[in-house]
């Protein structure tokens, strides 16, 4: 899971953060939609599954996804929580 990996670490650093990110994925209003983070955008596919990629604007060339994964809810959840434990941050 190096693309969840490289999510953490560019998008939990703060409390503010992940309360803002676990806010957007557990919301039961919003079924689908697009968290954009500093580098990461978390594609709601549904209340369950989510896309999560870097999004990186090319200038000329456009926008470039140079990689993707998808993940279940609960294991987006338990990875942030934990990751953000282990940073102390909350």
């Known amino acids: ?11 939990i650093n703060s409390k503010d953060q992940v309360d803002a990110i676990l806010s ?20 709601k596919i ?7 990629y870097p999004e990186y604007d090319d200038g000329d060339d456009g926008i470039q996804i140079p990689f993707s994964t998808s993940v279940y809810k609960n294991q987006l959840k338990d990875e942030i929580l ?9």
């Open 1 to 11: 899971m190096e693309v969840l990996k490289k999510f953490l670490q560019a998008e």
């Open 24 to 43: 957007f994925v557990d919301s039961y209003e919003v079924r689908k939609g697009e968290y954009e983070g500093n580098e990461f955008i978390i594609l």
């Open 82 to 90: 934990e990751y953000a434990k282990e940073k102390k941050i909350v």
């Open 46 to 52: 549904d209340r369950e599954n989510f896309i999560l």
